[in-house]
């Protein structure tokens, strides 16, 4: 079996996807990252990574379809043979007013962010339990728990993502698998370009009360700290990392 940790992380080549791949990689794990479009991008960021020592491996597979899922982790066993975390960041959505939302736009939202964790959590699961344990950290958004506009199905599969991070703490627990979620403010991502209200959002990411701007590396090192030993007891919870912008009343 391969010697170093491993790390498996959906949408692991820009963004904060990247942020946290290089937290992992500077800790000393190799990585195995998923990509859906950009393979120039991805061969970009994985040089990058390998500057730094790690072993790196690219995937490219729609999360949001069940057997691409399947295929990821056989490539995880197939090139490192274990499988130490994983990060469910990959995500996508349709953002419209309610009553412009169609069936399918539902179901591509559901199944890239809801669904696509529940399904790679089994897989992890199973070879996470080979090695006495493991982690895993969804990515999830502050349009859970509060009302942002066109988000109505995005805010909804956060929160069932949200709330699958919650059963699977307490079924993977006895597996020595943590299980928890990370829920960003504002990032100035590429992601951001698909918001019509991009420019609104930039500024009310920025009159959070420490008045700085959210940084994908704050949520790389929250997301790594979950993923440590120092956080064992730390289960199902979602933490917000966005200096303190939910907290303020509008």
């Known amino acids: 079996m391969h010697g170093r940790k491993v790390a498996l992380i959906t949408g692991g080549t820009r963004g904060i996807g990247k942020a946290v791949a290089l937290k992992f990689a500077h800790a000393g794990y190799d990585l195995v990252l998923n990509f859906l479009r950009s393979r ?10 390998e500057a730094i020592g790690a072993k790196v491996h690219l995937v490219k597979a729609n999360v949001g379809d069940v057997e691409h899922i399947k295929r990821l982790f056989d490539e995880v066993d197939h090139v490192f043979g274990r499988l130490d975390v994983f990060i469910s960041n990959a995500a996508s959505g349709v953002q419209r007013p309610v009553l412009e939302v169609e ?23 199973v070879r996470m339990e080979k090695t006495g344990g ?32 919650r059963y699977l703490a307490v079924e993977f627990a006895p597996l ?30 920025r009159n959070n009360p420490t008045g700085h701007m959210l940084q994908p590396e704050d949520l790389a090192n929250a997301v790594f700290f979950l993923c440590s030993e120092e956080a064992r007891m730390i289960r199902g919870q979602t ?6 912008y939910s907290l303020q009343v509008p």
């Open 40 to 49: 120039s991008k991805a061969e970009e960021t994985k040089a990058e990574l």
């Open 103 to 125: 069936a399918s736009h539902w179901d591509w939202t559901q199944n890239i962010n809801a669904r696509a964790f529940f399904f790679a959590a089994q897989q992890a699961a």
């Open 134 to 165: 493991g982690a895993m950290v969804a990515m999830s958004s502050i349009g859970s728990v509060r009302v942002l506009p066109n988000y109505t199905i995005v805010g909804v599969s956060k929160a069932a993502l949200e709330a699958i991070t």
């Open 176 to 205: 020595g698998i943590a299980v928890n979620a990370v829920s960003g403010g504002v990032v100035e991502t590429d992601a951001l370009n698909h918001f019509p209200n991009r420019e609104q959002l930039l500024e009310a990411g």
């Open 239 to 244: 933490l917000i990392v966005d200096g303190g």
